[in-house]
């Protein structure tokens, strides 16, 4: 939730905090002006300490995390990484990068358009191509920002972006900035987009269907057939996010086109992350050769960026390697989530509408619950971040567990004993 409606309904909420602390958050500033934004984070923040929560976030990891990682000399079981596959550290990986790094060093030193394209970009984007059934890839240094400049390049003032309500920031924000209509539907709900497109598409050029492969909050996926049947009917481009898919979804993990049996050419433009299942940093945009030319031509997020290092080229080629090699570990993933899910369930656990593909959460209804019982869990050795208000709705505030093939059985089961074990002191 963006914009001045979301500004007011923070300001409100501090506001009424305040007065049942019985203080203010601070006023004025510095040189004559000030940021309400830092003010009432700092309010926040020492309610939050009165009450006993601890500030969860940037806590500091002393190296590698996987399914268990260390933090300030602690171990513990870690449900708050992006590694779905458990390739992060794999020999095979750093032997890769350690290769790239010495052939061309840590960085291109400029834009590709100028002088800094390298062979192993156009190798990436002809692997991720191939992969996604495209004809072509272009690939960025940053996943937020591929979706930002692309969806700013390609749509303009009198065209109109239609996307599910749970769209990522990075979607959203490149909607605004491209200047189109941009119109939100329930959430999966194949009904409502086309009730959206019945009314609005007639008075708009050309029209951007937007969705998700696999949605990060809630875990679970849309029905990608009856959206593309959707598009065809009101002549839309469609665009699929795959960053939580990628790796995922699918026998082979190729994503929702696979895990749904529509043929990747159906959707005009994927876009996918490198820093999940595949282990770097970066984004890119698979689709139709003359959009991805396009894109490489004037999107200045592209243009006007350094190209992707090699050290992260190298690591996402050496991952797709390994995952057509080795399918089992997305097999592992499946059955590592199912697990969870289940256990949750059984425990009378609210998760939401997922899945099982790798994502669960642990729906608490109130930011400071979450807040509580990750600080709970974390004391009782796991690592799991809290999302909470006004990252989403307060009603929707949670856990959110990041599953891995690289979990044991063990570590699971564990994870959701623990969880019981918190939620019932919490209770006392």
Known sequence: MTGPKFGRRLGERIKLMASLAGAAPATGGTRGWSLPGVEEMAFMEKRAAALGVADPFFRQHDGLA???????????????????????????????????????????????????????????????????????????????????????????????????????????????????????????????????????????????????????????IPDLAAFVDLAREFDCMTLVDEAHSTGVLGARGHGIAEEAGV????????????????????????????????LKRTAAGFVYSVGLPPTNAAASMAALYIIREEPWRIARLRENAMHLLRLFKEAGFDTGTSEGYGIVPLVTGSSLLAGRLSQALFERGLNVQPIIHPAVPEKAARLRFFVSASHTPEQVAQTASLVGQALRALSE
């Open 66 to 220: 996987g399914a268990t990682t260390r933090i300030d000399g602690h171990d513990y079981i870690n449900f708050s990484s992006y590694d779905y596959l458990g390739l992060n550290g794999d020999s095979r990986v750093i032997a890769r990068v350690e290769d790239a790094l010495h052939r061309f060093g840590t960085t291109v030193s400029a834009s590709r358009m100028v002088s800094g394209e390298r062979p192993f970009h156009r190798e990436l984007e002809g692997a991720l191509a191939d992969w996604h059934g495209a004809e072509d890839c272009v690939v960025m240094v940053s996943g937020h920002a591929t979706n930002v400049t692309t969806l700013s390049q390609l749509m303009r003032p009198g065209d109109l972006i239609v996307h599910d309500a749970l769209a990522h920031n990075s979607l959203i924000q490149g909607a605004i900035l491209s200047g189109a209509r941009r119109i939100a539907f329930t959430h999966n709900d194949v009904a409502a987009a086309r009730e959206q497109l019945w009314m609005h598409r007639r008075a708009h050029k050309r029209a951007l269907l937007v969705l998700e492969g696999h949605y990060s909050m809630d875990g679970d």
């Open 263 to 294: 043929a990747p050419d159906a959707i005009d433009l994927w876009m996918g992350t490198l820093s999940k299942s595949l282990i770097s940093c970066g984004g890119y945009i698979a689709g139709r050769a003359d959009i991805v030319t396009y």
